[in-house]
C-alpha cells in the first residue's frame, strides 16, 4: 500500500483514491486471490466504471458511459457482424426486453457463434479495462459478493492476463495519449484547411478514416464502421493529427449508457411505488385465500406496469415473458396444478377456484391448509421475486439494483409477517 | 442502532444520480439543503427502504426510525439532528403517531419542523386530526413515490435552512 494512502478496509469494502492505488494493482489485490464481488470506479466528472470478479476471474466490465464500448461496436471491429444485423437483433430486443441478450439473439440468428461471442465479450471487457487502468484520478470501491445477473455467455478471463494487456496498453498509449488524450471518446473534426507543406498523399486505409470523420468524430465510431480494431484505428490516427490533418476537439459522451441499452434500460419502471401499493393492498387482506390471491394479482400488477413503462420507451413486452420467468424458476404451479398464465397474467379466477378448493377440501384440517399456503405463498412470492429481478437485471446501477432488491426483500418481511428490523 | 442515515456516497453523482431514475421531475443538487434533513418514522421495513433509497437517488439526507419512542431517544441522546421535515406515520407501534406529533411539536426546537402525516386510511378525521396536532401535510398512502419527493422538495424550500433547530442542527433538543 502507497504511504498515506487513504485506502481503507472494514472487512467488507475497501475503498481510496486512485491517485494512491491505480487499477493495475488494485486487480492484482482482488484478482490474484479467489474473490468474488465488483470493484467501482469513479471520477468527478461522473465517468464510471464496473469490474465484476468472480473467484478471482474477471467476469465483466463495463463503463456507465453514453460512448462506451459495447458488445456491438466490438462484434464490428472484430469483423464478426455487420450494423445491419446488430440493428436486427436490437429490433428483436426491443420485441422482447426482458427475453435474451443480445449476444445469444445474435447467435440464434446465426450471425455468430458462442465461441465468437465469448470471445466478443472477452475483448469487449478487456478492451473496457484497458482504457479504465489509464485513470489516473477518481475513487475506487469494491463491494465483495456483488455479482452481475448470471449469464451463461459471461467470459472469464484470468486475472494476470487482464493485468498484463493493461501494462502493455498503457506502454503503447504513452505514445498516443499526446493526441488521443480522451482515448477512443476522443473527438476528431477535419482541419479546415491542410497544411501548406503537406502533399495529400495517403495511404488508402489513412483515407478511409478521413473519410468516416465528418459523419463518426470519434476513433471508437470510426473503427466500427470501418469494422477495425479500435487500437489500430488509433494508431492510424495518431500521425493525421501529428500531419495537422486531424484535430482532436475533446471527449464525446457522458454519464450514462449508450444510446441502445438506455432505450433497453428499466430505469423509468416505478418499482417503489408498485411496492408501496402492494403493501397497502396486503395489509387489507385477512384470511390465507385471500393473501394467496393477492400475491398473483401482485405478479398480474408487476406485469401490467412493466408492459406500460416498455410502452413509454417504445418496446413491446414479449406476451410469453411471465411464461418463461415462471418456467425458467420452475415455478409454473402448485403441486398438480399449473398457473393459467396468457398474455402476462395468471388467471387469477382460475386460481382462486383452485385455493377454494384446496381450503374446502382440508375444512376442519388446519395442518393440511397452512401446509397449502406456506406453500403457495412461498411459490408465487419466488415468482413475484424472479419477476422483479429479471427487470433489475436491467438496471445498470448496482447501487439501485442493490437498493431495489433490499426493498422488495423488506415487503417479503411483510408477506410473511416477520418482525422488521431497525433502519 | 435504531435509525439509519442515508449519506451521498460517491455512487450518488453521475449515472447514480437522481436525474436517472423517475424522480425526474424535480432533481436536487448535493448542496441544496444546507444540511437540512429529512426524518421519516413508520413502522413498515418496506416504506423505510423505498424512502431510504429513492431519498437518497434524490440526494435528500433521511434518518428513519420504526417508532416514535426510537426516534425520540436518538433526538433526545443527540444522534441526529432535529429534521427540517418529519415523515409520520400514523399506525406506528407503541405510541401513535398523533401523540409522537404533539409530543415533538410541543418543543421549542421543533417549531419550523414541517410534519407530513403518512396513513393508509384517508379519511377526514385523520386529516383533521392531523391539522390539530401541527402537522402541515397529509399523505394517504399508497402514495407515488416521486408525489412524496415533490412534496418534501417544496417544504425544504420553504424551510431556511438557518432558522433554528429546523435548519438540520445537530444539537440535542434538551427537554426530550
Known amino acids: 500500500m502507497a504511504n498515506g494512502s487513504t485506502f481503507k478496509s472494514n472487512g467488507s469494502v475497501f475503498s ?28 468527478d466528472n461522473g465517468r464510471t466504471g464496473l469490474i465484476y470478479f468472480d473467484t478471482g476471474a474477471l467476469v465483466s466490465c463495463a463503463e456507465l458511459d453514453t460512448e462506451a464500448l459495447t458488445l456491438g461496436h466490438v462484434l464490428q471491429q472484430l469483423g464478426y457482424a455487420n450494423a445491419t ?8 430486443q426491443t420485441q422482447d426486453p426482458l427475453g435474451k441478450r443480445i449476444g445469444e439473439r445474435l447467435v440464434d440468428l446465426g450471425i455468430i457463434d458462442q465461441d465468437r461471442l465469448i470471445y466478443a465479450l472477452k475483448m469487449q471487457a478487456l478492451w473496457t479495462a484497458r482504457e479504465l487502468g489509464l485513470w489516473r484520478e477518481g475513487m475506487y470501491e469494491f463491494h465483495p459478493g456483488e455479482r452481475l445477473a448470471p449469464d451463461s455467455a459471461s467470459p472469464r478471463i484470468d486475472s494476470t492476463h487482464a493485468i498484463m494487456e ?3 496498453y498503457e506502454h503503447e498509449w504513452e505514445s498516443l495519449e499526446p493526441y488521443l488524450r480522451d482515448g477512443m471518446r476522443t473527438r476528431l473534426m477535419m482541419a479546415a484547411q491542410a497544411p501548406l507543406d503537406h502533399q495529400l498523399l495517403f495511404d488508402p486505409r489513412a483515407w478511409l478514416i478521413i473519410s468516416k470523420v465528418n459523419t463518426q468524430q470519434t476513433v471508437r465510431r470510426i473503427a466500427t464502421t470501418l469494422r477495425l480494431p479500435e487500437l489500430d484505428v488509433a494508431r492510424m490516427v495518431e500521425p493525421l493529427i501529428q500531419q495537422g490533418l486531424l484535430i482532436p476537439v475533446g471527449a464525446a459522451g457522458g454519464p450514462g449508457l449508450p444510446e441502445e441499452a438506455e432505450r433497453l434500460s428499466m430505469r423509468n419502471f416505478d418499482l417503489f411505488t408498485l411496492l408501496i401499493g402492494m403493501e397497502q393492498d396486503w395489509l387489507k387482506k385477512k384470511t390465507p385465500m385471500s393473501q394467496l390471491i393477492a400475491l398473483a394479482e401482485f405478479i398480474n400488477s408487476t406485469m401490467r406496469s ?3 413503462s416498455c410502452q413509454l420507451t417504445g418496446l413491446t413486452l414479449a406476451p410469453d415473458t411471465l411464461n418463461v420467468i415462471l418456467g425458467r424458476e420452475g415455478l409454473v404451479g402448485v403441486e398438480n396444478y399449473r398457473f393459467r398464465v396468457e398474455h402476462n397474467r395468471i388467471d387469477t379466477d382460475e386460481f382462486t377456484a383452485f385455493c377454494k378448493q384446496v381450503f374446502d377440501g382440508s375444512r376442519g384440517a388446519i395442518g393440511a391448509s397452512k401446509s397449502f399456503y406456506d406453500r403457495c405463498s412461498d411459490i408465487l412470492e419466488r415468482a413475484l421475486g424472479a419477476a422483479f429481478e429479471s427487470i433489475n437485471a436491467r438496471i445498470a446501477s ?21 418482525q422488521a428490523p431497525a433502519g | 442502532m435504531t435509525h439509519s442515515f442515508t449519506r451521498a456516497p460517491f455512487p450518488a453523482r453521475g449515472p447514480y444520480a437522481a436525474a436517472e431514475t423517475w424522480e425526474d421531475e424535480f432533481v ?23 424512502i431510504e433509497a429513492s431519498f437518497q437517488r434524490a440526494n435528500l439526507p433521511t434518518t428513519t426510525f420504526p417508532d416514535g419512542l426510537a426516534a425520540i431517544q436518538a433526538l433526545s441522546k443527540g444522534e441526529v439532528g432535529v429534521p427540517a421535515v418529519l415523515l409520520l406515520d400514523i399506525e406506528l407501534p407503541r405510541m401513535k403517531g398523533y401523540e409522537v406529533a404533539r409530543l415533538l411539536k410541543s418543543h421549542a426546537g421543533f417549531e419550523h419542523t414541517k410534519i407530513v402525516m403518512l396513513t393508509g386510511n384517508d379519511g377526514v378525521l385523520n386529516k383533521v386530526h392531523s391539522r390539530w396536532v401541527g402537522a402541515c401535510d397529509f399523505i394517504a398512502k399508497p402514495f407515488r413515490v416521486s408525489d412524496l419527493i415533490s412534496v418534501v422538495s417544496a417544504l425544504l424550500r420553504q424551510t431556511p435552512p438557518d432558522r433554528g ?3 438540520g442542527s445537530d444539537d440535542p433538543p434538551d427537554t426530550l
Open chain 2, 28 to 50: 436536487p443538487d448535493d448542496t441544496m439543503y444546507n444540511g437540512q434533513t429529512v426524518m421519516l418514522i413508520d413502522d413498515s421495513i418496506a416504506v423505510r427502504r423505498v
Open chain 1, 306 to 308: 412493466l408492459e406500460e
Open chain 1, 85 to 92: 444485423q446488430i440493428a436486427h437483433a436490437f429490433q428483436q
Open chain 1, 16 to 43: 481510496g483514491r486512485l491517485d494512491e492505488f491505480r487499477l493495475v494493482e488494485l486487480l492484482q489485490m482482488v484478482g490474484l486471490q479467489p474473490n468474488t464481488g465488483a470493484l467501482h470506479l469513479h471520477q
Open chain 1, 398 to 418: 448496482p447501487l439501485e439494483r442493490a437498493q431495489n432488491q433490499e426493498a422488495w426483500e423488506a415487503l417479503f418481511l411483510t408477506f410473511r409477517g416477520e
Open chain 1, 166 to 168: 493493461m501494462l502493455r
Open chain 2, 165 to 167: 433547530s429546523g435548519g
